[in-house]
């Protein structure tokens, strides 16, 4: 046994899962495991060294994910994701029950990346210096380039010569975009 492998302890009905050791002494052993850390002065016997497929590497959450296949599940004493039924599952695992599932995404479902919001005052700054900016409230676009610009979301235009009560209270107070 050394630093780094993975144990179970043979005849402790508390210890059941695998730990990794992480120091051994002349009086025991260090071992960590999913809920912390422990030291125990168990007899070597005791002590089962797991083997571990070679194929069977730890992987990011990012790289699980990009590369589950359809029945493949994959665990780290936490959190259980599987691909099943076309679907990802991610879900709490507490030894072999599974809990409420905690999200569960099907291979059609897609994501836009959120835009990046701003102050009124952050986005005015933009508009001052020639850069788009919309109302998150009303998705009306205002830009300056020497006249005023206004779109309205239904692809209206109209033109201003200045910034005069153009801007309600709820716009001035909500959160904008600054499109580039």
């Known amino acids: 046994m050394k630093v780094g492998d993975k144990i179970k302890f043979k ?3 508390l210890l059941k899962d695998v730990y990794e050791v992480t120091r051994i002494s002349d009086t025991g052993i260090g071992f960590k495991g999913k809920n912390g850390w422990g030291y125990y002065d168990f007899d070597a016997k005791e002590i089962e060294v797991v083997k571990e497929n070679k194929e069977m590497k730890e992987l990011t959450f990012r790289e699980v994910i990009a590369n589950i296949k359809e029945r493949e599940v994959y665990e780290n004493g936490i959190i259980r994701i599987e691909h099943c039924g076309g679907q990802i599952q ?3 695992a507490n030894g072999k029950k599974i809990d409420d599932y905690i999200l569960c ?12 919001e701003y102050s009124f005052q952050e986005a005015f700054e933009a508009f001052e210096n020639g ?5 998150v409230e009303n998705k009306w676009k ?9 779109s309205t ?5 109209s033109f201003e010569t200045s910034c005069d009560r153009i801007f309600s209270i709820d ?3 909500g959160k904008w975009y600054i499109n580039k």
């Open 90 to 92: 991610i879900s709490r």
């Open 105 to 116: 995404f099907s291979n059609v479902a897609t994501f836009r990346l959120k835009r990046q």
């Open 131 to 135: 850069e788009e900016i919309e109302s």
């Open 11 to 13: 005849n402790d009905k």
């Open 142 to 150: 205002w830009k300056k380039n020497g006249v005023i610009r206004l």
């Open 153 to 157: 979301p239904y692809g209206g235009e």
């Open 171 to 173: 716009e001035i107070k």
